[in-house]
């Protein structure tokens, strides 16, 4: 399991070994008591005038003090627990073989406790967050019925108790895995636990909470993975470990990717609750966004010495590990104190708003001035975070590829850049504009962005090959190499997962269950009021339909062969389905989040029964310009198939020199003459 590059490096000498250790377990309690004594502290400056602002009893010094400190410790430990598994997954290579190496294994076992200890402080965290919400100190709600009933009222403790079901789930999986593939599954699941907690506090209510909320997500997993993969890296390179000069530098790039998003989610976030500029200056919660951005600047200084003194020598010698651990210390600890401060800053209540939100604010962060007409779906936007943000990144990824492949002299068609742009262009379009926009609160526009999501833009994005322009724009790791983006896509392609998600069977359940198990199952009507359920929506409308037309027309190599019959018969297939799911919307006499939609107090948005059958309408009407599209599509490639079959054939034929055609003529030669001789 040792590499050798650095084979002494990895000898556990039990001295050395023991030394190291013991360095980054004093670091990573060092910065676990920062953090936690920054939080209790700069919740000490503000927790009387939180209490005085809500009108709660104080509930004690322990819930006052404790909580903050434990949400820091929390904090900290699902960031190392992020990180750990980031590097296993991305920072250093397995064994050939596709075992964990030395390095990522004991990645793994770190990421296994922390998720532990991750756990434990949520576990801690749903008392004192009854107690907190209550005003009622920890040693009255501690009793087991009183706080169990208390966690289903309140979404903080609810979601702390999630927190612990992940966690432990994350913390059993690093456990028992010893091969790669499952790195990257487990590094999502990691950032899956830290979502119930993204979605609820400050960002998840009060106007603006969709820009809010987004841009939360963004800044949290951004941190977590610069603070712990930071941690990581430092580990293994104290540790002796192989491939830590590749490890520094791939952590390098994602760490300055990091520090963009943080600074930018950064900067929404505070606008959303500091409209003011006087506000940054007079209010407690404006000067501690202040003490963040200092914070945040401090650690790009730091990040940038780190860089241009470690690489650099770990690059000439990559046993020169002091300029890494050095700086990286540093960092870990200046990093402590800004989660100590993110806490507090968590736990200081923003500056009151200056007008009362109208129903439509409360709900989606945003007032609509009127029904939605063409005009306000072309032109009114509001950029979505999330996907807005992906439709950007993807086009500009696309194009750096196309600009690679042309830099070294190859062709890509152009047909399939246009493709895979427009598919951006879907994207943005259909969260980002007014349809984006109306489309929570007009089920009609729901479902217009339902089917652009599901059935347009998975479209464009197939038939984009986006995958095959990635093999052959990223560099290979080489025989003997060191595996890297391009193998990643391979391993990602060609695996027992996606061989069983590209099933014709599966790919279309997927599809076509999703509609039916989203509005006629009941999701829909119980979760339309929620953020984070539409976030999913969007999601599993792209993701389902990508893999489905994928599957279908995509040019992009993929790990089952299917016969141009069996998507013949997907397309088909998946008609009837479509179709009925369309009427069954219009035959409906009840309204689905019909409870929500009346919240609204949309006075234009009365008929919603109606509008739902309008919604209905669409999606059965929009079935027929995939159809088309696809059928194009695959007569398209048919015909290039059988082009590219008959210039194989030709150029067999010129190399033997027509054999075939000699043969055959040979034989009826052969025959005319017997058939001369049998007449004589």
Not at 146 to 161: F, P, S, T, V
Not at 614 to 639: D, K, R
Request: hydrophobic share 50%.
């Amino acid at each position: 399991m040792s590499s050798a590059q650095d084979p002494p490096a990895e000898l556990d000498v039990e001295t050395g070994e023991s030394r190291s250790w013991s360095a980054f377990a004093t670091v990573t309690a060092l910065a676990g008591a920062t953090a936690a004594v920054v939080a209790a502290l700069v919740v000490g400056l503000s927790a009387a005038q939180a209490l005085s602002l809500l009108g709660i009893p104080d509930p004690g010094p322990l819930t006052t003090y404790g909580l903050p400190a434990i949400r820091a410790l929390a904090d900290l430990s699902a960031a190392l627990t992020v990180g750990s598994l980031l590097f296993a997954a991305f920072l250093v290579p397995p064994q050939a073989n596709g075992l964990l190496d030395v390095g990522g294994y004991r990645a793994v076992r770190r990421a296994s406790n922390f998720a532990v200890a991750w756990a434990c402080c949520a576990a801690l965290l749903i008392p004192l967050t009854v107690s907190d919400t209550t005003g009622q100190p920890v040693a009255d709600v501690w009793r087991p019925e009183q706080l169990w009933r208390a966690i289903g009222q309140i979404d903080l403790a609810e979601a702390w108790r999630t927190t612990v079901v992940f966690a432990l789930v994350v913390a059993v999986g690093c456990r028992i895995a010893l091969r790669w593939g499952w790195t990257p599954v487990l590094f999502g699941g990691a950032i899956l636990t830290m979502m119930p907690l993204a979605l609820t506090g400050h960002s998840s209510s009060g106007g603006a909470h969709d820009l809010a909320t987004n841009s939360l997500i963004l800044h949290l997993v951004s941190a977590a993975v610069w603070v712990g993969g930071l941690f990581a890296v430092v580990a293994h390179a104290m540790r002796g470990g192989a491939h830590t000069d590749v490890a520094a530098r791939r952590f390098s790039m994602t760490a300055t990717i990091a520090f963009v998003v943080i600074g930018l989610s950064g900067v929404i976030n505070s606008w959303v609750r500091v409209p003011s500029w006087d506000e940054l200056f007079t209010t407690t919660y404006g000067r501690l966004v202040l003490a963040k951005v200092a914070a945040l600047v401090a650690l790009g200084a730091i990040g940038y010495l780190q860089r241009r003194a470690s690489l650099p020598a770990l690059t000439a010698n990559p046993r020169d590990r002091a300029a890494l651990i050095r700086f990286g210390g540093v960092e870990a600890l200046v990093f402590a104190a800004t989660m100590g401060l993110a806490v507090g800053l968590g736990r200081t209540p923003p500056p009151a708003p200056t007008s009362v939100p109208t129903p439509a604010e409360v709900e989606l962060g945003y007032n609509l001035t009127g029904p939605p007409t063409a005009a306000r779906l072309l032109f009114d936007w509001r950029f979505d975070l999330m996907f807005g943000t992906l439709a950007i990144v993807l086009a500009v990824l696309y194009l750096l590829g196309v600009r690679r492949l042309r830099a070294r002299g190859d062709s890509w068609p152009i047909g399939r850049t246009l493709a895979w742009i427009s598919g951006c262009v879907v994207l943005l379009f259909a969260t980002s504009s007014g349809v984006g926009r109306y489309s929570p609160a007009v089920f009609s526009v729901h479902m217009g962005q339902h089917m652009a999501l599901s059935m347009l833009a998975p479209i464009l994005f197939a038939l984009g090959g986006a995958v095959t322009l990635a093999l052959r724009a990223l560099p290979p790791a080489g025989r003997g190499g060191i595996p890297g983006p391009r193998e990643w896509i391979q391993a990602a392609v060609h695996n027992p997962v996606s061989r069983f998600l590209t099933h014709p069977i599966v790919a279309s359940v997927i599809f076509v269950g999703g509609f039916y198990a989203l509005y006629m199952g009941g999701i829909y009507d119980s979760f339309v009021d929620s953020h984070a359920a539409h976030l999913l929506m969007n999601a599993h409308f792209l993701l389902s339909g990508y893999l489905f037309y994928w599957v279908v027309i995509g040019i992009d190599p993929k790990p089952r062969q299917v016969q141009p019959l069996t998507k013949l018969g997907m397309v088909f297939g998946s008609l009837p389905f479509h179709a009925f799911f369309g009427i069954a919307l219009m035959s409906m006499t009840t309204v689905m989040g019909g409870w929500f939609f009346r919240s609204l107090g949309l006075g234009w948005n009365n008929d919603l029964l109606g509008d739902q059958r309008t919604g209905g309408s669409l999606a059965w009407a929009s079935g027929e310009v995939p159809l088309v599209v696809v059928m194009l599509a695959l007569l398209i490639q048919w015909s290039r198939s059988d082009a590219k079959l008959a210039k194989r054939t030709d150029r067999a034929a010129d190399r033997d020199n027509d054999a075939d055609l000699s043969a055959h003529n040979a034989m009826f030669a052969e025959l005319a003459k017997r058939d001369r001789e049998v007449r004589k």
